[in-house]
């Protein structure tokens, strides 16, 4: 096999090594190894990094998601033993906010941080010095109630990518030739990997699932049902299972070559709503929506909150504006982002999806 005329990142070497000596890997595995390199190197966020999420925009988007889970708390009973939980939490910017706006309804939880990157750690530290972490959701708390808040992680699990044949199933694989990697053709895949609506997708179609997402998404199911509480996750993806490849990169805020460099660059796939519903459902909890994240935040007051924002400073209020809008406009994040609930069967039913 050709190798490169460059020296590869030792992430690239060591992956070109394993498929010279074990053949293609499967795309997740691929995705999961550069992602894991990725976060563990580096703050992604903001204008000297790769890209920005919600709560980074605006405080508004921290604030309303604390107060979604403070008002379900209240109407609860106000549960003993209540914890804030959040996966993926970025620099710790939407827990602050979270738990600012928390506080202000009675509500004053611990704080457990789902995350494996040090450098993220380091900077979650920082705002949230009392926050416990964890490098997994299995080692969260198993006496009392669970509030979870996932933005903006589920996007970055890895995917398994099936490609339709007339003879069946396939699984796509990541090849290393003439020094680059590129995606090939691998093994026949069973059918009860697809979806039951997707199976008569026709030759060439390529189907995503994401198995670690399913599994968490039970996970999270399955403790809530358990021990009380509820699940907010929002990301961008689409709300019914449907074919077709979303897998990207992202790299300095614009999009990148995903089969380049990996390990030094964001790899994401729109986040398939309706199958983390159905994965949720075994835990026997209550689902609601997904609904656009515009519409939500619409619903949990984000005008008024903005408006109030604005009076208080009016020389911000041209940007307290401009980031209403970057979060609410269906051209913008309103739209393809999206607001999925899980809430334990004993609770009441939560705002935002009426």
Same mark, same amino acid.
């Given at each position: ?40 190197? +580096? ?51 939407? &827990? ?126 399955? +403790?809530?049902? &358990? ?82 924002? &604005? ?44």
């Amino acid at each position: 096999m050709p190798e490169s005329t460059t020296i590869a990142p030792a992430l690239e070497q060591r992956l070109a090594q394993l498929i010279a000596r074990s053949g293609p890997i499967p795309v997740g595995r691929y995705m999961a190894e550069a992602n894991a390199h990725y976060y563990a190197t +580096r703050d992604p966020l903001g204008a000297a990094g790769d890209f920005i999420t919600a709560p980074e925009i605006s405080q508004m988007f921290g604030e309303l998601a604390g107060l979604w889970l403070a008002d379900l708390w209240v109407r609860a009973g106000r549960p003993a033993n209540a914890y804030y939980v959040e996966l993926g939490p970025g620099r710790g910017t939407l &827990a602050r906010d979270a738990l600012k706006a928390m506080k202000a309804a009675g509500l004053s939880p611990p704080v457990e941080l789902v995350e494996t990157s040090p450098v993220l750690r380091a900077a979650q530290a920082a705002l949230l010095p009392a926050a416990r972490w964890h490098d997994d959701c299995a080692g969260l708390p198993e006496n009392g109630t669970l509030l979870i808040v996932a933005n903006e992680f589920f996007d970055a699990l890895p995917v398994r990518q099936l490609v339709a044949t007339g003879e069946g199933w396939r699984e796509r694989m990541v090849d290393y030739r003439d020094g680059r990697f590129v995606p090939a053709a691998g093994p026949p895949a069973p059918a009860a990997a697809i979806p039951d609506t997707l199976r008569d997708s026709p030759p060439g179609a390529i189907v995503e699932t994401s198995p670690a997402s399913a599994a968490i998404a039970g996970a999270l199911a399955e +403790r809530i049902a &358990a021990q009380g509480g509820a699940a907010l996750i929002i990301d961008y993806g689409h709300q019914v299972s449907s074919p077709g490849e979303t897998l990207q990169a992202v790299h300095a805020h614009g999009y990148a070559d995903p089969w380049a460099e990996p390990g030094e660059r964001d790899l994401t796939a729109h986040v398939d709503f309706e199958a983390l519903a159905r994965a949720a459902r075994h835990g026997e909890v209550k689902s609601f929506g997904p609904v656009g994240q515009g519409d939500w935040l619409r619903a949990l007051g984000i005008e008024l909150r903005a408006a109030s924002l &604005a009076a208080a400073a009016p020389e911000r209020a041209q940007e307290i504006a401009q980031a209403r809008l970057r979060l609410t406009a269906p051209d913008q994040m309103g739209s393809l982002f999206k607001v999925l609930a899980l809430v334990a069967r004993s609770w009441p039913d939560p705002e935002g999806f009426r």
